[in-house]
């Protein structure tokens, strides 16, 4: 679903991404773990068709990045730390703005599905600057998946978000992986990647340095695995 | 409250393939999508329309006390102090229509979406342009009033019309790439002001003529100007926006 070939990303004379190889099967569930700095916001937001990157073949679900970006976007669901929702919209406005923008016809019953998945159809009528940072956070999911996308991005979804909510999220997560959805987000919160992924991989220095499956797993520790590869 | 895993959960790749199949985000739907959000966000928040109206106003009361001219006076200047007031104003509006989007992160939710990206950039020239006619619409009786002169002329109509488009088209472009700095506000009147001195210098001359009742023929030059500068400038936009809004 996701094949990434010797990328390397650079701002100015400082290389973030250095020749990174990364390929996701179609309905993995991959956490991308790592330190701050070590490229994983970077290597996202590639993916994601928002930063072109300087060297190196991305595709995604058969197309070409940057070529055919427009065709990766519209099977693309993207959750970052900030909700890239409009604060004086309602949640259902802000709905039928996307859905518009994704060109998805009669979207109402699709708005009614997707607020109800994230819990929220009963406050579908309110403006979302007055939603707690995890209302906003979970409607930030339903934004993403609105147009049903096949691969999701999640970049440190569960920054900012109190113990509550962060379970919450989770269950979210979960419903959205459940889907059959290609799924790889950058966390670091190791215990709550280890429940949700099924792949586990460490990028350090602008490089996979370690790459771990959930069954591989079971013998070891992720934090074990994470300090090991880190230190290699 | 619990998240609801009923039947969305239960989404298969047929129910999923239909809801992508009616998936094709055509350009003006994109165009009007963006328009429509800027409407319907301002109309509730009032935050960019009142800070231009009322800055646009106190300019306009400033000009009129600190001037203190005659009535032959008042017609010479009143080009340069309308367009004086448009140019600030419109600044403020151009910059907060799209720390708006930034601050949020919702510049990057319009960046993913699968459209020409051309699409964002002209809707957000008409929901500015919109907001500019509007505060121009209610500044001219009010400077009419104070300065005793009749603006409601329809060749100075025009004008405005086409200095704001020009002033617009240039000011979105470049508020989209001030807007990615940390020095954004006072980044995009630098970069601004340099490049609209063509469009400023035209429409103040054009509005002149208009006032003065000169003849047509000598204000066609600056029209034209203003009719180029648009054309060319909205042009160099269109081509431009993905790669300036991209990092």
Known sequence: M??????????????????????????????????NGAGKTTFLRILASLSRPSLGEVTIAGYKLPREAAQVRARLGVVSHLPLLYGDLTAEENLQ?????????N??????????????????????RTFSRGMQQRLAIGRAVLHDPEVMLFDEPYTGLDQDASSMLDEVLKTVAAQGRTVVMTSHDLARAEELATRFDILSRGLIAASISRKQLRKSNLLTFYKQALAS | MAVKTSNVSQVKSGQRSAIRGQTSGSFLKAVSAVVWKDVQAEF?????????????????????????????????????????????????????????EKDRGCL????????????????????NLAFMLIVEIIVLPVYSLLYNINLFQPGLLMVILLGSIGYVGVGTLLSAMSVQTRT????????????????????????????NGVEF??????????IVYDIIFISVAFMFFENIVEE
């Open chain 2, 108 to 127: 990057d939710g319009l960046l993913l979406a699968p459209v020409d990206r051309s699409a964002i950039y002209f809707g957000k020239v008409i929901s």
């Open chain 1, 2 to 35: 996701i094949t990434v070939k010797k990328l390397v990303k650079r701002f100015g004379l400082k290389s973030i991404l250095r020749g990174l190889d990364f390929e996701v099967q179609p309905g993995e569930f991959v956490a991308l773990l790592g330190p």
């Open chain 2, 184 to 211: 954004r506000d006072i980044l995009l009147p630098i970069l601004l002001f340099p490049v609209v001195i063509p469009v400023l210098l035209a429409a103040v001359k054009a509005s002149d003529g208009f006032l």
């Open chain 2, 44 to 100: 509730r928040s009032r935050e960019l329309f009142s800070a231009m109206l009322v800055f646009s106003l106190l300019i306009i009361l400033i000009f009129n006390f600190a001037l203190e001219l005659d009535i032959k006076t008042r017609q010479s200047v009143t080009a340069g102090v309308l367009w004086s007031t448009f140019a600030f104003a419109g600044t403020l509006g151009l910059n907060r229509s799209m720390a708006i």
């Open chain 1, 97 to 105: 703005f996307y859905a518009r923008m994704y060109g998805i016809a």
């Open chain 2, 217 to 226: 023929s000598e204000i066609l030059l600056p029209i034209n100007i203003l």
């Open chain 1, 107 to 128: 979207f109402e019953l699709r708005i009614t599905e997707v607020l109800e998945m994230v819990g929220l159809d009963t406050r579908r009528r309110d403006l979302v």
